[in-house]
């Protein structure tokens, strides 16, 4: 058995047992990965708050042969959520982040770019106070287009043709965008300011994105967009996606 | 599985359905009843007749009972102005073993946990609303006591009731988080560390 160590986010921890938690972690090294905690629910146990969801922790674990599921060793706090208030809006974002990570990043695929996005995400999320929704909209983005599922719309997807950005554009219902001639004009039309939108998202770092000033029919529009991607893709909402507006309107 | 008979598949089917009991824990109680007198089976059907059927939960504070109102809510020696918040009825347990909290309590029988789908409406806070609103019978509730889990659910939760109950008029408090007695500051994670520090007192 192999001692591995790498940086982690832990996304979710579950118990197991009396004692004992079942951890999924995201780290640099290994990509996604499951582990037991032993012993984490003890209230002298050695994680501390060192498993609380978005904790960046220093992992050691060891592989076990022929099985999914990693062993931890030992989980030390890099940085930790916790510092902060946590208010139910930030929990709703951390929760939504999780699932969203969950569901649409493959097992044991490391992904540097993934692994940084959140770690430049959970800093931005000090900044965005009590409505992270600008900062949703920029992970949900980049989550789906690393993960292969949010489309190039500078090209038609039919007949390849480039869509500059004053050249109007459908969405089909799958999502596809297609030029004037092969939607029939027929789907759902994006606006330039909906574009430029995702253009910015694509090219800013997060702090940088949400210091600035959105057209709010832009944003709504390409929450839209989103949660029809992400229904398409999982046949499902996400549970924590319907919260995220429920915990909103406080 | 395909070996035993189908009355002991059926028990070890109904065991795993237990949070926390595995396949192996399963067979081991089922194999532990099988070799039990008749006697003490009885007694354990008997035992889950009874709580299935006199245990509910108090009309007032949503703790388990087999009276409505509960032993506590009915009790006039106990201080009917503090209310302390918990979030399972075991968490209850816990407090009443230091002997040193008189007052109510309310139970909210879960946390906040967008991912798991629960909301403010999955919770029992509206009744607790209800409570901290001024009754004929009954004298003002002045201190809300926060004793969820000190755990991002628990803190979320806790920052969201003490948000929407501080407008109402009641102090509200949270209960103290840090280093767990008789463990060495040198384990301590920093995290548990830093909360210990910002909750220090005046000696
Ligand atoms: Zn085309
Ligand atoms: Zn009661």
């Known amino acids: 058995m192999p001692l591995r160590d790498t940086e982690a986010f832990v996304l979710r921890s579950y118990t197991l047992k009396e004692a004992d938690k079942i951890c999924v972690f995201l ?10 905690a032993h012993g984490a629910r003890k209230l ?3 994680y501390g708050a060192s498993l609380e969801p978005f904790t960046e922790v220093s992992l050691h674990y060891f592989e076990q042969e022929n099985r999914d599921l990693v062993s931890i060793n030992n989980c030390e706090i890099i940085r930790s959520q916790f510092a902060d208030t946590i208010s139910s809006e930030r929990l709703a974002a951390l929760h939504y982040l999780s699932e969203l990570l969950m569901e649409f990043l493959p097992d044991h695929e490391p992904n540097e770019t993934i692994y940084r996005l959140v770690g430049a995400a959970l800093k931005s999320l000090r900044q965005t106070g009590d409505d992270p929704s600008l900062l ?6 980049w989550i789906l287009k690393l993960a292969g599922f949010f489309p190039d719309w500078r090209r038609c997807a039919e007949c390849e043709r480039e869509l500059p950005m004053n050249v109007p554009v459908w969405l089909s219902a799958d999502g596809a965008p297609q030029c004037a001639n092969c939607s029939n004009q027929r789907g759902d039309a994006l606006t330039s300011e909906t574009r430029m939108l995702v253009n910015d998202i694509l090219r800013m770092p997060p702090e940088k994105f949400v210091a600035q000033i959105f057209d709010p029919r832009a944003l709504t529009k390409l929450e839209s967009i989103v949660a029809r991607l992400i229904k398409n893709t999982l046949e499902r909402e996400l549970k924590s996606y319907e919260m995220l507006g429920r915990l909103r309107s406080l | 599985m395909l070996d035993y008979a189908e009355p002991v598949t059926k028990l070890i089917d109904e065991f795993k359905r237990l949070p926390g009991v595995g396949h192996k824990s399963a067979q081991r109680l089922a194999f532990y009843l099988l070799k039990a007198t008749p006697e003490e089976a009885d007694r354990l059907i008997e035992a889950i007749r009874e709580v299935k059927e006199k245990i509910t939960f108090c009309s007032i504070c949503n703790n388990l009972t087999d009276v409505d109102p509960c032993r506590y809510c009915d009790n006039p020696t106990r201080d009917h102005t503090m209310i ?7 968490n209850l347990v816990a407090i009443e073993k230091t002997r040193e909290y008189h007052g109510l309590y309310h139970v909210l029988h879960g946390a906040l946990s967008p991912i798991r789908g629960i909301g403010p409406d999955e919770l029992k806070i509206r009744s607790l609303i209800e409570r901290l609103r001024p009754q004929d019978d009954a004298p ?9 889990n000190p755990n991002t659910e628990g803190e979320a939760t806790a920052n969201y009731l003490s948000r929407l109950l501080k407008p109402l008029g009641v102090r509200v408090t949270r209960i103290g988080m840090g280093l767990p007695v008789g463990s060495d500051l040198e384990y301590a994670d920093e995290v548990t560390m830093h909360k210990a520090l910002t909750n220090r007192h005046v000696m």
């Open chain 2, 84 to 90: 302390c918040v918990v979030e399972e009825p075991y």
């Open chain 2, 140 to 148: 003002e509730v002045e201190e809300v006591i926060l004793a969820t």
């Open chain 1, 136 to 141: 949703l909209r920029y992970c949900e983005v």
């Open chain 1, 44 to 46: 002298k146990s050695k």
């Open chain 1, 27 to 36: 780290t640099r090294d290994a990509g996604k990965i499951r582990g037991v």
